[in-house]
């Protein structure tokens, strides 16, 4: 895969991938979408970010699985959230991966967004 494909999240765990499709798991790289999973239900014609339960959910996912793939038994230590090339699914994506990224745990990043 190129450079330019990828974009690193966490240094040397989480990356953003956007790919035709899914490659296959190897020894030291786990892959996953999300694209068909957090799905925008939108009114009108309107483009919104996910709501706070599918940003909990996937906070929650990312974190088993950085805890699972990136753990010493594994030897695995690369996770891609791989994207189709949809503008709009790069674009839920990489909401959700700025709401991951925030200092906070993920309950803590649902309530600050909400006392906001």
């Given amino acids: 895969m190129a450079d330019h494909d990828v974009c ?3 240094d040397e765990r989480l990356y953003f991938a956007t790919l035709r499709s899914k ?5 030291s790289c786990h ?3 999300v694209d068909d999973e957090f799905i925008y239900e939108n009114f009108y014609a309107d483009f919104g970010p996910l709501n706070l339960a599918m940003l909990y959910r996937y906070c929650n996912k990312v974190n088993k699985k950085l ?4 753990a010493p038994i ?3 230590t690369h996770v891609y959230l791989n994207s189709s090339s949809e503008v709009h699914h790069k674009l839920e994506n990489l909401c959700l991966e700025a709401f991951f ?10 309530q600050v967004v909400v006392l906001r």
């Fill in 23 to 27: 490659p296959r798991n190897t020894t």
């Fill in 8 to 10: 690193t999240i966490l």
């Fill in 101 to 110: 990224t925030r200092p906070f745990p993920p309950v803590c990043c649902a």
């Fill in 67 to 70: 805890k699972v793939c990136c």
């Fill in 31 to 33: 892959y996953f979408c």
């Fill in 74 to 76: 594994t030897f695995m």
